[in-house]
């Protein structure tokens, strides 16, 4: 059973970081893309940051270049979001994906509220 669980989200204020976690199981990790996504209340969901199997390329939002950084751990098939200098509009809702040729899994998703 192919399972994607996101953790690591809260209340933070602006300026602060959170690391979030998303722990896989059921499929090959190390062969997926893995992607985190946000969702803001009354928005479309966007990409946030991108680790691309097997390369190891990465690449990110503009507006989170130089705050966020994206890993991963094979070993452990987890995915990690490193979230540094967070500002409000980084308030939303956040989702790993796992993705390969035809198949694209999601996580539940995880809240992240920036505010003071």
């Known amino acids: 059973q192919v399972q994607l669980v996101e953790s690591g989200g809260g209340l933070v204020q602006p300026g602060g970081s959170l690391r979030l976690s998303c722990r896989a199981s059921g499929f090959v990790f190390n062969r997926f893309s893995l992607r985190w996504y946000r969702q803001a209340p009354g928005k479309e969901r966007e990409l946030v940051a991108s680790s691309i199997s097997p390369s190891g390329y990465t690449d990110y939002l503009d507006s989170v270049k130089g705050r966020f950084t994206i890993s991963r751990d094979n070993d452990g098939s987890t995915v990690y979001l490193q979230m540094n200098s967070l500002k409000p509009e980084d308030t939303a809702v956040y989702y790993c994906?796992?993705?390969?040729?035809?198949?694209?899994?999601w996580g539940q998703g995880t809240q992240v509220t920036v505010s003071s």
């Open positions: 994906n796992a993705a390969m040729l035809d198949s694209s899994y």
